[in-house]
């Protein structure tokens, strides 16, 4: 008996979806919708705002009376135009889906039109290897195609790849910590906020988040316990040490991992559109409301949401908050009718909210009703044992990115453990990136790190040559000889008295430095014990 095979969709949603913002003309996912049937769509999400984009989708799809069922995939990116972190995660995520109908007959179509151009390029690819039965579709404008959408069958019209069979992991967080040699395999990107340190020791749980500092490890088994519950979470720590990163995680190692994420920051929504933002409106709720909005809330129905500073919320929508986390309903903004929610919070702040409380400018029930589980992460100042990991992980993925050999020198390593990091990782991995920016070749030295880094070092090695002339003057080439002896000495005990290493150092070749030894640098050579090689 000939069972007809069930249609699945797959694709990305992009700014288009499911209307543009400036355009009364549905978007790329919900033209071909509407003149083509499926059974079951998967909505591949970047982000928060595609989240929220997939389930207006989804209301726009009730509305057009269109019977397809829609899954919201999370499919958080580092980096929207990055072909191997897209590429990457799309095998994960696209082997998912089929082993998870391995049972039934299906036919997969991959809609090209939506997303950024790298995340069409490898939705393209991942169609031409072969290894699913796979038709690519090609959605036409209406002001490309005689007035009304069409949608063309593109399989046939680009060739074949051979198919890469490449190692699938189902959850990719942070691996272990790589030396600077071995960038070309680590396959990870780091954020401003990335929890990397080396690997645990042989017989210690996986965590996927790796810790070295015991402060750290405390507050990532506090997360580990903490994601077997659905009760809401509230963590502390200071701008830049990782919050994010750590609800993320809490949410991965949960039974919510499969639902969306929702990322929502409450210092940055202006107080008129709080509500509508967390909550979301009707259509016509208020001027220029021309179309429905879901809201986070309902974005992250069956998942997580996040709000960090969560104190920066209006008191009036803290109320309203309230309420839809005791009894998971709320009114949209401009609606007659609950909607109803199954939503886990996550909160987090660097603020004291004790304070706020006491300011009334925070509500103690809803205070009362996040802290739940706490959990403070440390700042880095206080975790000195994560920066070298921090560092070797920035670097070796440095290295890989753009081709170079980066390095910190003893003396630049030694600044980074002196600073106090009041910007903590984020401020780290940021200071890291611009001197390797900033470093011409391969060592990166103290005076390529930030100011505030620099200021760290021992007031010996601040002092800069003086720039006033005493009345008889100076012997300005003498001094300059004394100046540039000073950095050939420091690459030379840098080096561990390599010349060929402290030549590198400076930018110059092996034959240049040594001849500068020989020829004006003899007497600096004899008298500090650098005899030539």
Same mark, same amino acid.
């Given at each position: 008996?000939?069972?007809?095979?069930?249609?699945?969709?797959?694709?990305?949603?992009?700014?288009?979806?499911?209307?543009?913002?400036?355009?009364?003309?549905?978007?790329?996912?919900?033209?071909?919708?509407?003149?083509?049937?499926?059974?079951?769509?998967?909505?591949?999400?970047?982000?928060?705002?595609?989240?929220?984009?997939?389930?207006?989708?989804?209301?726009?799809?009730?509305?057009?009376?269109?019977?397809?069922?829609?899954?919201? &995939?999370?499919? @958080?990116?580092?980096?929207? &135009?990055?072909?191997?972190? /897209?590429?990457?995660?799309?095998?994960?995520?696209?082997?998912? /889906?089929?082993?998870?109908?391995?049972?039934?007959?299906?036919?997969?179509?991959?809609?090209?039109?939506?997303?950024?151009?790298?995340?069409?390029?490898?939705?393209?690819?991942?169609?031409?290897?072969?290894?699913?039965?796979?038709? =690519?579709?090609?959605?036409?404008?209406?002001?490309?195609?005689? !007035?009304?959408?069409?949608?063309?069958?593109?399989?046939?019209?680009?060739?074949?790849?051979?198919?890469?069979?490449?190692?699938?992991?189902?959850?990719?967080?942070?691996?272990?910590? @790589?030396?600077?040699?071995?960038?070309?395999?680590?396959?990870?990107?780091?954020?401003?906020?990335?929890?990397?340190?080396?690997?645990?020791?042989?017989?210690?749980?996986?965590?996927?988040?790796?810790?070295?500092?015991?402060?750290?490890?405390?507050?990532?088994?506090? %997360?580990?316990?903490? $994601?077997?519950?659905?009760?809401?979470?509230?963590?502390?720590?200071?701008?830049?040490?990782?919050?994010?990163?750590?609800?993320?995680?809490?949410?991965?190692?949960?039974?919510?991992?499969?639902?969306?994420? /929702?990322?929502?920051?409450?210092?940055?929504?202006? *107080?008129?559109?709080?509500?509508?933002?967390?909550? !979301?409106?009707?259509?016509?709720?208020?001027?220029?409301?021309?179309?429905?909005?879901?809201?986070?809330?309902?974005? %992250?129905?069956?998942?997580?949401?996040?709000?960090?500073?969560?104190?920066?919320? @209006?008191?009036?929508?803290?109320?309203?908050?309230?309420?839809?986390?005791?009894? +998971?309903?709320?009114?949209?903004? !401009?609606?007659?009718?609950?909607?109803?929610?199954?939503?886990?919070?996550?909160?987090?702040?660097?603020?004291?909210?004790?304070?706020?409380?006491?300011?009334?400018?925070?509500?103690?029930?809803?205070?009362?009703?996040?802290?739940?589980?706490?959990?403070?992460?440390?700042?880095?100042?206080?975790?000195?044992?994560?920066?070298?990991?921090?560092?070797?992980?920035?670097?070796?993925?440095?290295?890989?990115?753009? !081709?170079?050999?980066?390095?910190?020198?003893?003396? $630049?390593?030694?600044? =980074?453990?002196?600073?106090?990091?009041?910007?903590? &990782?984020?401020?780290?991995?940021?200071?890291?990136?611009?001197?390797?920016? /900033?470093?011409?070749?391969?060592?990166?030295?103290?005076?390529?790190?930030?100011?505030?880094?620099?200021?760290?070092?021992?007031?010996?090695?601040? *002092?800069?040559?003086?720039?006033?002339?005493?009345?008889?003057?100076?012997?300005?080439?003498?001094?300059?000889?004394?100046?540039?002896?000073?950095?050939?000495?420091?690459?030379?005990?840098?080096?561990?008295?390599?010349?060929?290493?402290?030549?590198?150092?400076?930018?110059?070749?092996?034959?240049? #430095?040594? +001849?500068?030894?020989? *020829?004006? #640098?003899?007497?600096?050579?004899?008298?500090?014990?650098?005899?030539?090689?």
């Amino acid at each position: 008996m000939y069972i007809m095979a069930r249609k699945i969709l797959i694709t990305f949603v992009g700014m288009k979806d499911p209307y543009p913002a400036d355009d009364d003309a549905p978007g790329p996912i919900l033209s071909l919708l509407k003149i083509r049937q499926f059974d079951e769509l998967y909505v591949l999400c970047a982000g928060a705002g595609a989240v929220e984009r997939a389930k207006d989708l989804e209301e726009e799809m009730r509305a057009e009376k269109i019977a397809a069922r829609l899954n919201v &995939v999370d499919f @958080p990116l580092e980096d929207l &135009v990055s072909y191997e972190e /897209i590429w990457r995660k799309l095998e994960t995520v696209l082997t998912t /889906i089929d082993q998870s109908m391995s049972s039934q007959t299906n036919e997969w179509y991959f809609l090209l039109d939506s997303g950024t151009p790298q995340m069409k390029s490898c939705l393209l690819l991942a169609g031409k290897t072969g290894r699913y039965r796979v038709r =690519l579709l090609q959605g036409i404008p209406p002001h490309y195609a005689q !007035g009304a959408y069409r949608v063309r069958d593109i399989t046939d019209a680009t060739p074949s790849l051979p198919v890469q069979r490449a190692p699938v992991r189902s959850r990719i967080l942070f691996q272990g910590a @790589p030396d600077i040699g071995d960038a070309a395999m680590c396959h990870e990107s780091t954020t401003a906020e990335a929890l990397y340190t080396p690997d645990f020791e042989a017989g210690e749980p996986d965590r996927g988040i790796i810790a070295t500092s015991n402060a750290l490890r405390e507050a990532l088994g506090r %997360a580990e316990r903490a $994601a077997r519950y659905n009760e809401p979470v509230l963590i502390l720590g200071e701008t830049g040490t990782g919050k994010t990163m750590l609800a993320r995680y809490i949410h991965e190692q949960s039974r919510r991992s499969q639902a969306p994420f /929702i990322e929502l920051n409450c210092s940055a929504i202006p *107080e008129g559109l709080a509500e509508s933002t967390l909550f !979301g409106h009707e259509r016509g709720a208020f001027t220029g409301a021309d179309r429905a909005k879901t809201g986070a809330l309902r974005s %992250a129905d069956k998942g997580t949401l996040f709000l960090d500073e969560v104190g920066d919320l @209006p008191p009036f929508v803290q109320a309203k908050l309230l309420k839809a986390i005791e009894d +998971k309903t709320f009114y949209p903004v !401009g609606a007659d009718h609950l909607a109803t929610v199954d939503v886990r919070i996550i909160a987090a702040t660097n603020s004291d909210l004790k304070q706020k409380i006491a300011q009334g400018s925070f509500r103690r029930d809803l205070y009362e009703r996040l802290n739940v589980i706490a959990i403070t992460i440390p700042p880095l100042r206080q975790r000195k044992e994560d920066i070298e990991a921090l560092v070797r992980k920035t670097l070796a993925t440095w290295n890989k990115d753009y !081709g170079e050999h980066k390095y910190l020198t003893e003396e $630049a390593q030694e600044l =980074l453990l002196r600073y106090t990091w009041p910007g903590n &990782v984020r401020e780290l991995l940021n200071a890291v990136r611009s001197a390797a920016a /900033i470093a011409q070749h391969d060592a990166i030295l103290p005076d390529h790190l930030p100011s505030d880094v620099r200021a760290m070092q021992p007031a010996r090695a601040q *002092e800069m040559p003086p720039t006033d002339l005493h009345e008889d003057g100076i012997d300005l080439r003498a001094r300059m000889l004394q100046i540039e002896w000073e950095y050939f000495a420091r690459a030379l005990r840098q080096s561990h008295g390599n010349r060929e290493a402290a030549a590198r150092l400076l930018g110059l070749t092996g034959h240049s #430095f040594r +001849k500068a030894l020989r *020829e004006r #640098f003899a007497s600096f050579v004899q008298s500090e014990g650098w005899n030539e090689e």
